[in-house]
């Protein structure tokens, strides 16, 4: 239950609720490029519910995976603490006291855009990923982009048609998963963009 009160603190404009935070130590982002195992790189996929199938559009980002091992351990273990600090900072800015808490954050997936790499326009109202034996854990109502690094030009992330964002490395751009926040990675004109996306639910 919500009074009238309650709604003092909220704002109309979907741009009021897309966030950028920097909390990625530069030196972690840099381990974390260094630490990605090239030969497991794999074409990131799209899912498509109604066909239950994973189908790619031609130009999309790369998945890549940090090495196995006590460093890629490490590097793990801090990264997933950085995102829980971006979680926290975000919903206590919010200050909604109908949202003090969430279940859980997935372990970021990270993706290496190529020169001409770009990717279509999408919301991350899923699902498929939060399955555990099967089972729903949830669907996702914050979506979390993290910038990796600075040397590429392009790659801008795009809202709604009109709001567009230049990340630096160690920003992590937060907003809600659902279908009000449409968006688009724009193409990669020069060098290679990294980033990591990670959802909570």
């Known amino acids: 239950y919500c009074s009238t009160g309650s709604f003092k603190n909220m704002k109309q404009n979907l741009k009021d609720y897309i966030k950028i935070h920097k909390v990625f130590p530069d030196k972690l982002c840099k381990e974390i490029i260094d630490s990605l195992d090239s030969s497991k790189e794999e074409i990131h996929t799209f899912y498509k519910p109604s066909q239950d199938k994973s189908f790619t559009l031609g130009n999309d980002p790369y998945k890549c995976f940090i090495k196995e091992g ?104 937060v907003f809600p998963s659902n279908y009000l926040y449409p968006h688009i990675i724009k193409k990669v004109k020069k060098g290679v963009r990294y980033t990591m996306v990670s959802w909570v639910y």
């Open 70 to 173: 006590e460093e890629g351990d490490s590097i793990c273990r801090e990264l997933m603490q950085c995102y829980r600090k971006v979680i926290y900072d975000y919903i206590t800015n919010l200050k909604f006291h109908w949202l003090i808490n969430w279940n859980g954050y997935s372990f970021p997936k990270i993706l290496k855009y190529n020169k001409d790499t770009k990717m279509n326009e999408h919301c991350d109202h899923i699902h498929h990923i939060f399955m555990d034996n099967g089972k729903a854990r949830g669907i996702p109502f914050l979506s979390m982009i993290t910038c990796l690094n600075n040397d590429y030009e392009g790659g801008e992330i795009k809202f709604c048609q009109k709001h567009t964002f230049r990340l630096k490395a160690g920003e992590t751009i």
